[in-house]
C-alpha cells in the first residue's frame, strides 16, 4: 500500500485529498490475498493512466474542472499577445533560438554522418564492428596499425563465440574499361561475404556467391554512381562485361546509392568490387597471398556474436593473436581490439580533433543561445515588473505567474524551432547541391534535428525560468513606488550575461577564423599564374603476359611496364608537333601491395638507421627535365641531368622541407642518404644530394619532404604522371597525347587529364567552398552573438532612462551620458573578451595539429576579429544612449 499511495501523488492535489483514502481502502480489498508482483502491476496499471487524465483535464479545461487552476490554453493565449505586444523583441529571441538550433543541428549532422555512424549506404548496427589489429612500434614506442592475411581471416572466422562473421577487403586504383578506354577507378578486393556481413542491400543482381573467397571467377558489383553515368541505370547491366587490367569480369550486382565502402576517404568516388581471388589475375606477383600469412594486405569488419561488445575482442582473441605473432615475424606483439564501425575509424587523430572541435563549438553556441535567451527574457521581464506586481498585489501567486512565464518561454522555443526547421533542410540540401565534393553524404536527419530541437527547447525552458524567479521576486511595494535599488540588480545580472556572451563567442569566433586563414592558405593566391600550356595526366601502364594471351585468367599474369618503358612513352610523345617537353614521374611502388613496419622504400641517415625524420620522405622518381617541364626553379646545386638519368645513378635532388627537415642550418649539398629498398630483396643504396628544388611561381610552398632521383632507379613505373608542355593550349593536344601513348602501351590507362591552369582553378574552388562553408557557420555564430550583445546592452540602456532624465534635469550633457554608456560596454566587452581568453586558447589548441602553417603570426593575424565583438558592445551601448541623451528630461521621468 506505501507504493500505492506514493503513486496517488500523480493525482491533482485537490482530487487526492478529497478521493485518497477512499481508492487506498478500494484498491487494499481488491488485492486481498495477492502476490506483491501482481499487486505493483495492479497499482500502475489502475493510477497512471488515470492520474495523466485528470491532469490532462485540469490542463485542457482548467476552473471548469473543479480547480482554480487557469487552463493551459489560455496561458497559451496570454503568451501569444504579449509576443505581438513586443515583436521586435519576440522576433529577436525567436531568431536566436533558431540560430542555434540550426548550427547545432548542422554540426550535429556533419559529426553524426562522418564520425559517428558507418559510412553512408551501411545500416547502423550495435554488432559491426572495425578490427583493429596493433603491433609495437619500432621506434618511439606506442603502436601502430597493421593489416591481415587471407589466413588470419580463415582462422577469425572459426571463433563462432567471438564473430558471426568476418568479412575482408583491400583498395587499390586500377585501369578499367567501361566501354570508353581504360581509366583509373579504385577497385576494392573483397571476399564474397563483403556486403551480407555489412546488410547492404544491392540497388540490382546478385552480388558475389559465397565460394567466391579463392575462386578466380572475373565477377564484379559496380558501383551506383557508375550504373547512371555509364549504363543509363537499367536493369539489363547485369551480364554486361567490363574489362578490369584488360581481364572481362561480368557485372553481378550493383551497389546501393551512397555506398562507397567501409571509410569516408571514398566518398563520392566510382567504385568496382571483385572478388578477393581476383587478385591472383590482377595483382602482380599475388598469387599465393590467399595462402601465405606474411601477406597482409586486408583490413577487416565483423559482425560480432551475439552478447559480445567490441571492448570484449581483443581479450578473447589474446591467444589467437599470439599464434598469428608466432607465424608470422612482423606480427610480434599483435593484438587484436575491436571498435564500433563508424565512417571514421575511432582511433584516427582526424576524428578526434573532428569530435573534439565540433565538440566544442556546439557547447558554446549552446552557451550563447541560453544566454542570450535568458537575457532577453530577462529584459522582457523588467519592462513588465508594473504589471507583476500589480498582479501579485491582486492576489495572484509567484507559482502562477512562474507557469505564465514558463510558458512564454516555451512558445518562444517552439516558433524558434519551426524557423530553424525551415532554415535548416533546405540549408542542407542547398549546401550538398552546391558543394558536394565538402559535404558528400551530408543530408537532414530527423533523429539528428530532434536531439538538437529537444535539446534547445529544454534548454530556454530552463533559462527561462531564472528570468521568471528573477521577476516575480520582487518586493511589491519597491516595485509600486518604482524604487531603483531593482534596476539596480536587474542591470548587473543582465552585464553579467554580457560577459558570459562574449567570454564563449571569442573562441568560436577565433577557431573559425584560424580554420578560414587555414582554408584560405590552401587556396594558392599566386594560381592564375598557371599556365594553361602545362597538361598533366595519370596512366597506369601494364602489358599482358604474351604466353598467357591479353586478358588470361588462368594462364600467366599480366606484368607491370618497367622505367624503360615510360621513357619509350617520353619520347614518342616529343614527337608531336607543337610540344616542347615532356616528363615523366613515378612513385615507384607496386599496386595492390601494402607494405607494413618499414618494408617497402625507406631512408636512413647514414650511420643512424631509419628514424621518425626520414619516415617522412615521400620518394619521386623522374626525367631529367623534369623540373624544366614544369616550371620549378632551382634553389641551389644543380637539377637531374642526362647524365645523372641512369640505371644506378646516385644523385638526388631534396625540396626546401626535407632540408629543413634533415639539415637545418646547414649546406645540404654533398650530404648523403641511405635508401634501402625491401620487395622481396633488402637493397641499400647510398645516394648523394646534388640540389635543392624551390617551388613553382604558381604554387604553395611544399610542405612533404620530398626525395626527387632519376626515374631509371624506379622499381616500378605502374602509377605515371605525365606531364607535357606544349605551345598553345595544351587541351587540344590531349588527343593526339593520349593515342601516342597507346602507340607504345595499347593497354595503359589515362585518367585525371588536367591542364595545371584548370587543378589549381579548382583547387581554389575547393579552398573557396570550403571556406563558405566555415564562414556560414562563423557569420551565423557572430550574427547570434550580435543580435543577443546589441538587444542586451540596449535594454540595459533604456532600463535606465529615468535615471538618464534626472542627471539631465541636473544639469549634465548629453555628450556626458553617451560617453559614460560607451564606456561602461567597452568595459564590459573587455571583461568579457579577457575572461574567454582561456577557451581561446584551448580552441587554438585543439585545431592546430590539423592547420597548415600553423603559426602564432597566423594566430595574431586571425584574432582582428576579436576587436569585431568590442564594436558590437560599443554600438550597442553608443546607439541607445544617444537616443536617451537627445529624450527631453521631462519625457524622461515620465516614462516609467
Not at 540490382?204 to 556467391?209: I, M, P, Q, T
Not at 581476383?278 to 606477383?285: H, S, T
Not at 570550403?770 to 557572430?782: D, E, H, T
Request: hydrophobic fraction near 50%; include cysteine; charge should be positive.
Amino acid at each position: 500500500m506505501k507504493f500505492y499511495r506514493a503513486l496517488l501523488a500523480l493525482y491533482p492535489e485537490r482530487f487526492r485529498d478529497e478521493y485518497g483514502d477512499e481508492l487506498c481502502r478500494a484498491f487494499a480489498e481488491r488485492m486481498r490475498g495477492r502476490s506483491w508482483p501482481v499487486v505493483i502491476g495492479a497499482a500502475i496499471a489502475d493510477v497512471v493512466p488515470n492520474a495523466v487524465a485528470a491532469q490532462w483535464d485540469i490542463l485542457r479545461h482548467g476552473a471548469a474542472a473543479g480547480t482554480t487552476v487557469p487552463a493551459f490554453s489560455g496561458d497559451v493565449r496570454f503568451a501569444l499577445r504579449q509576443i505581438r505586444r513586443a515583436p521586435l523583441l519576440s522576433g529577436v529571441v525567436i531568431a536566436v533560438i533558431a540560430l542555434g538550433i540550426g548550427i547545432n543541428a548542422g554540426l550535429l549532422t556533419v559529426l553524426n554522418t562522418y564520425a559517428w555512424r558507418p559510412a553512408p549506404g551501411i545500416p547502423p548496427d550495435a554488432a559491426l564492428a572495425r578490427l583493429r589489429p596493433m603491433t609495437p612500434r619500432e621506434q618511439g614506442g606506442g603502436l601502430t596499425d597493421v593489416w591481415v592475411s587471407y589466413p588470419d581471416i580463415r582462422d577469425l572466422r572459426k571463433r563462432r563465440d567471438v564473430f558471426a562473421d568476418v568479412a575482408a577487403w583491400s583498395s587499390t586504383r586500377l585501369p578499367v574499361d567501361l566501354a570508353g578506354g581504360p581509366e583509373n577507378i579504385m577497385v576494392s578486393y573483397t571476399t564474397a561475404n563483403f556486403f551480407r556481413t555489412l546488410h547492404v542491400m544491392l540497388a540490382a543482381g546478385s552480388g558475389f556467391s559465397g565460394d567466391l573467397d579463392q575462386s578466380d571467377t572475373p565477377v564484379a558489383v559496380i558501383g551506383h554512381s557508375i550504373w547512371l553515368t555509364r549504363f543509363g541505370g537499367t536493369l539489363d547491366v547485369i551480364g554486361k562485361t567490363i574489362r578490369v587490367m584488360n581481364v572481362p569480369f561480368t557485372i553481378v550486382g550493383v551497389a546501393p546509392e551512397r555506398f562507397s565502402g567501409i571509410d569516408v576517404s571514398h566518398f563520392g568516388e566510382p567504385m568496382i568490387w571483385v572478388p578477393l581471388g581476383a587478385r591472383a589475375a590482377l595483382a602482380p606477383g599475388a598469387a599465393n597471398d590467399l595462402t601465405t600469412r606474411d601477406a597482409a594486405v586486408l583490413r577487416s569488419v565483423v559482425r560480432l556474436a551475439p552478447g559480445v561488445r567490441p571492448g570484449d575482442v581483443e581479450r578473447l582473441t589474446s591467444a589467437l593473436a599470439a599464434r598469428f605473432a608466432r607465424e608470422d615475424s612482423t606480427h610480434a606483439g599483435l593484438s587484436i581490439p575491436a571498435e564500433r564501425l563508424t565512417g571514421i575509424a575511432e582511433g584516427k587523430a582526424d576524428r578526434t580533433e573532428l569530435v573534439a572541435a565540433f565538440s566544442l563549438v556546439v557547447a558554446l553556441v549552446v552557451v550563447i543561445t541560453c544566454t542570450n535567451v535568458s537575457a532577453l527574457l530577462l529584459g522582457r521581464a523588467a519592462a513588465r515588473r508594473r504589471e507583476i506586481g500589480v498582479r501579485l498585489a491582486l492576489g495572484a501567486t509567484r507559482r502562477r505567474l512562474i507557469r505564465q512565464m514558463l510558458t512564454e518561454s516555451l512558445v518562444y522555443a517552439l516558433a524558434g524551432t519551426l524557423l530553424g526547421l525551415a532554415l535548416y533542410v533546405p540549408t542542407i540540401k542547398i549546401a550538398y547541391a552546391t558543394m558536394p565534393e565538402i559535404v558528400y553524404g551530408l543530408e537532414p536527419q530527423p533523429a539528428t534535428f530532434l536531439f538538437a530541437m529537444l535539446f534547445a527547447v529544454t534548454a530556454t525552458i530552463v533559462f527561462g525560468l531564472a528570468p521568471a524567479l528573477h521577476a516575480t521576486s520582487a518586493d511589491i511595494g519597491e516595485v509600486m513606488k518604482n524604487s531603483g535599488n531593482h534596476a539596480i540588480r536587474r542591470t548587473r545580472l543582465q552585464m553579467i550575461f554580457v560577459v558570459v556572451q562574449l567570454a564563449c563567442s571569442q573562441p568560436v569566433l577565433v577557431v573559425t577564423s584560424l580554420v578560414l586563414a587555414d582554408l584560405r592558405q590552401g587556396a594558392n593566391d599566386n594560381a592564375d599564374k598557371a599556365p594553361a600550356t602545362v597538361v598533366t595526366m595519370s596512366s597506369m601502364i601494364f602489358r599482358p603476359n604474351s604466353a598467357g594471351g591479353a586478358g588470361s585468367v588462368a594462364g600467366e599474369r599480366n606484368v607491370i611496364a618497367g622505367p624503360d618503358v615510360l621513357r619509350a612513352i617520353r619520347r614518342r610523345v616529343m614527337m608531336i608537333p607543337g610540344v616542347q617537353s615532356a616528363a615523366i614521374s613515378t612513385g615507384g611502388s607496386l599496386p595492390t601491395r601494402t607494405f607494413i613496419q618499414g618494408q617497402g622504400v625507406s631512408f636512413e641517415l647514414p650511420g643512424q638507421g631509419a628514424g621518425s625524420a626520414t619516415g617522412r620522405l615521400r620518394p619521386l622518381y623522374v626525367t631529367a627535365n623534369y623540373f624544366a617541364t614544369l616550371g620549378i626553379p632551382l634553389r641551389r646545386g644543380r637539377t637531374i641531368g642526362i647524365g645523372e638519368d641512369q640505371a644506378g645513378s646516385t644523385a638526388i635532388v631534396v625540396n626546401q622541407a626535407a632540408v629543413d627537415l634533415l639539415w637545418p642550418r646547414e649546406d645540404p649539398i654533398g650530404k648523403r642518404l641511405v635508401r634501402r629498398v625491401t620487395q622481396g630483396l633488402d637493397v641499400t643504396t647510398s645516394l648523394e644530394v646534388i640540389g635543392v628544388a624551390g617551388t613553382a611561381p604558381y604554387a604553395n610552398e611544399e610542405s612533404v619532404p620530398m626525395v626527387f632521383a632519376s626515374l631509371l632507379t624506379a622499381s616500378s613505373g605502374w602509377d605515371a604522371t605525365i606531364t607535357v608542355r606544349t605551345a598553345s593550349d595544351a587541351r587540344t593536344y590531349v588527343p593526339p597525347i593520349r593515342g601516342a601513348i597507346r602507340e607504345v602501351e595499347p593497354y595503359a590507362a589515362i585518367a585525371n587529364v588536367i591542364t595545371l591552369a584548370e587543378r589549381y582553378a579548382g583547387e581554389q574552388r575547393e579552398a573557396w567552398l570550403s571556406n563558405a562553408a566555415a564562414f556560414a557557420v562563423g557569420a551565423a555564430a557572430l550574427l547570434l552573438a550580435s543580435l543577443g550583445l546589441y538587444v542586451i546592452l540596449a535594454f540595459a540602456v533604456v532600463q535606465r532612462t529615468r535615471e538618464t532624465g534626472i542627471r539631465l534635469a541636473m544639469g549634465a550633457t548629453s555628450g556626458v551620458i553617451v560617453r559614460q554608456f560607451f564606456r561602461n560596454g567597452v568595459t564590459v566587452a573587455t571583461i568579457g573578451l579577457a575572461i574567454g581568453l582561456p577557451l581561446t586558447v584551448a580552441g587554438i589548441y585543439l585545431v592546430k595539429a590539423s592547420l597548415l602553417g600553423f603559426t602564432v603570426r597566423s594566430v595574431a593575424t586571425v584574432t582582428v576579429v576579436v576587436p569585431v565583438l568590442v564594436v558590437v558592445a560599443a554600438l550597442a551601448s553608443w546607439l541607445p544612449a544617444r537616443r536617451a541623451g537627445r529624450v527631453d528630461p521631462m519625457i524622461a521621468l515620465r516614462s516609467e
